[in-house]
């Protein structure tokens, strides 16, 4: 059985973050503060790092 790689998590807090989800949906919020088992956003709260398939800064709409 294959690990899940670690996602990367350490921001500036205010940055607008694009986090996709292992179930598929994405969405963009601001990132306030990293902890051990999650990270806590502006609008959605706590979300688990295990919940996580990626995040990235987000840059604007990309065309």
Do not use: A, Q
């Not at 919020?29 to 706590?46: A, N, Q």
């Amino acid at each position: 059985m294959s690990r899940k790689k670690s996602t990367h998590l350490h921001f500036t807090p205010g940055k607008r973050l694009f986090v996709k989800m292992v179930d598929g949906s994405c969405f963009v919020d601001k990132f306030v503060e990293t902890r051990s088992r999650h990270i806590v956003l502006d609008e959605r709260g706590k979300v688990m790092n295990c919940d996580l398939l990626s995040v990235t800064i987000y840059r604007g709409e990309r065309i």
